[in-house]
């Protein structure tokens, strides 16, 4: 079974530009999640989707973050513009259904993003 | 809301030593308890979890006792090995709520 495959795996841009990552969950996983990761702490949830609607989008900087999740598989992530404080690994992961606390979620490898 | 505490790094041990990484948690309700491991250059891997109270949750020779009274979740392995290198997570979720709160990660050095 395929994992969750994420992209690009590693970026560099310059504080003001834009930058997009993609994501590609487990086939049939109706739930996907965006977390950010900054160097020595855990994850933090950015937002959840359930198929291609929002669940929880409340960590989520909205005025330089957007997601959307059309037809309700793949993923983008996009900031605009970057800041300095958005290096950070961001890590995308599936998960089967929505709305069990016991449900696993599948994680991608990550995209490590340096903002210079 | 929900926090995790995790034991400071970085551990290192020798092979074959005893671990324990000690992890604490705030929570509302029923959480479901979890341990992540994330190995160089690759994502984050559930390694075991427990959903309530006494529960042991167990895998890959590590195991965790889901402790309310303590509200304690603590990671024990009686002989590492260098492929446990790695960092572990310990993270939380509120009963019908996927949504993970994490520890900020322990990184488990094994020296032959």
Request: aromatic share 12%; net charge neutral.
């Amino acid at each position: 079974e395929a994992g969750v495959a994420q992209s690009p795996r590693y970026k560099i841009i310059e504080k003001r530009q834009s930058v997009a990552f993609w994501c590609n969950p487990i086939s049939g996983h109706a739930t996907l999640y965006w977390y950010q990761q900054i160097l020595g702490q855990g994850p933090k949830l950015l937002i959840q989707f359930q198929n291609n609607g929002v669940v929880d989008d409340s960590q989520l900087p909205k005025d330089r973050f957007s997601a959307e999740r059309l037809k309700g598989v793949d993923s983008t992530l996009k900031i605009q513009p970057a800041k300095l404080e958005d290096s950070a690994v961001y890590l995308c992961a599936s998960s089967l259904d929505f709305g069990s606390s016991y449900n696993e979620q599948f994680f991608g490898p990550g995209t490590r993003l340096t903002v210079l | 809301g929900n926090s995790v505490t995790q034991m400071e790094g970085p551990v290192t041990l020798s092979e074959e030593a005893f671990l324990t990484i000690n992890c604490t948690y705030t929570a509302t309700g029923y959480p479901s308890l979890f341990w992540y491991v994330q190995y160089p250059g690759e994502g984050l891997q559930l390694l075991l979890k427990a959903t309530k109270a006494d529960d042991k949750g167990s895998n890959k020779g590590f195991e965790a006792t889901y402790r309310k009274e303590t509200t304690s979740f603590h990671l024990e392995k009686g002989s590492v090995q260098v492929s446990d290198s790695a960092v572990y997570f310990c993270a939380l979720n509120n009963f019908g709520n996927e949504k993970l709160t994490f520890g900020t990660g322990t990184r488990l050095t094994i020296i032959p």
